[in-house]
Nanobody, 125 residues
Framework: QVQLVESGGGLVQAGGSLRLSCAAS????????MAWFRQAPGKEREFVAG????????SYEDSVKGRFTISRDNAKNTLYLQMSSLKPEDTAVYYCAADRSILYIRLTTSEYDYWGQGTQVTVSS
């Protein structure tokens, strides 16, 4: 049984920083592609950032490049998203997701096998 548990969301001012964490239980974390998605009210869930099994390859949505950094610690079964220079348009529920296929970082929600509960990030102007 796999469970993903997120933490670190909250309310910050524009220009501030947050670090999100996703703690994984169950076997397989170190072999999975991991990703962060986000969903704002009334909008579709969208890809934010992904990282391959070893942490050597990453992918980012254009609007967060240079501001967000995805990383993982396989020894701790934990995924991170360091968010800096936050903007009001970053406001959303952020979700941790796992993909058991390891060849590519995939960009669509339907490809991911496990999901966290989501954590709210609100950026005030």
């Amino acid at each position: 049984q796999v469970q993903l548990v997120e933490s670190g969301g909250g309310l910050v001012q524009a220009g501030g920083s947050l670090r999100l964490s996703c703690a994984a239980s169950g076997r397989g974390f170190s072999t999975w592609t991991m990703a962060w998605f986000r969903q704002a009210p009334g909008k579709e869930r969208e890809f934010v950032a992904g990282v391959n099994w070893s942490g050597t390859s990453t992918s980012y949505e254009d609007s967060v490049k240079g501001r967000f950094t995805i990383s993982r610690d396989n020894a701790k079964n934990t995924l991170y998203l360091q968010m800096s220079s936050l903007k009001p348009e970053d406001t959303a529920v952020y979700y941790c997701a796992a993909d058991r296929s390891i060849l590519y970082i995939r960009l669509t929600t339907s490809e991911y096998d496990y999901w966290g509960q989501g954590t709210q990030v609100t950026v005030s102007s």
